[in-house]
């Protein structure tokens, strides 16, 4: 049984940092592609950040490069997402998500066959 498991999110000042870890288990971790993505209320879940099973390619989105950081751990089958100079904007639950299908973008939510439950992080001003 696959089970993604994210910890780190709490209440933070604007221009603060948290570090976000995801503990995988149930999978063969070094061969997943892993994706934070984030949902605020009210809008739809977005893509943020991206990482290839070898660590070597990692993807950004526009909003948050520069700012975040994606890093995996394949020996502790963690992925981890270091979140800098933060916004209230990027007040959300943010999910992990793993997925074994390389084909089409890696922001595709439907590409992802496993998510975990979030966590939630509120950036305020």
């Known amino acids: 049984q696959v089970q993604l498991v994210e910890s780190g999110g709490g209440l933070v000042q604007a221009g603060g940092s948290l570090r976000l870890s995801c503990a995988a288990s149930?999978?063969?971790?070094?061969?997943?592609?892993m994706g934070w993505f984030r949902q605020a209320p009210g809008k739809e879940r977005e893509f943020v950040a991206g990482?290839?099973?070898?660590?070597?390619?990692?993807y950004y989105a526009d909003s948050v490069k520069g700012r975040f950081t994606i890093s995996r751990d394949n020996a502790k089958n963690t992925v981890s997402l270091q979140t800098n100079s933060l916004k209230p904007e990027d007040t959300a639950v943010y999910y992990c998500?793993?997925?074994?299908?390389?084909?089409?973008?890696?922001?595709?939510?439907?590409?992802?066959?496993?998510w975990g439950q979030g966590t939630q992080v509120t950036v305020s001003s």
């Open positions: 998500a793993a997925r074994t299908d390389y084909s089409g973008s890696y922001s595709q939510r439907g590409k992802y066959a496993y």
């Open positions: 149930g999978l063969t971790f070094s061969t997943y592609f």
């Open positions: 990482v290839s099973g070898s660590g070597v390619s990692t």
